[in-house]
């Protein structure tokens, strides 16, 4: 069976190559990781990195899905 997905929620956010979906929602716990993720995919409007605990934020973007 061959599923169609367009979007992906994904943690952690910076190592990875993650750039194949029309949304991403990502997580980082640590501002550093964040402000790197921001500046390294600041050109993709798909990707939206949310700075907290995944297990906390996550159940904020669940409404926007």
């Known amino acids: 069976i061959i599923h169609q997905l367009n979007l992906l929620i994904k943690f952690p956010t910076f190592f990875n190559n993650i750039i194949y979906f029309d949304k991403i929602y990502t997580f ?4 550093e990781l964040v402000d790197m993720a921001r500046s390294r995919f600041k050109d993709k409007k798909n990707i939206e990195i949310i700075h ?3 297990g906390v934020e996550l159940k904020n973007i669940l409404p926007l899905l």
């Open 28 to 31: 980082e716990i640590t501002k």
């Open 52 to 54: 907290g605990d995944s």
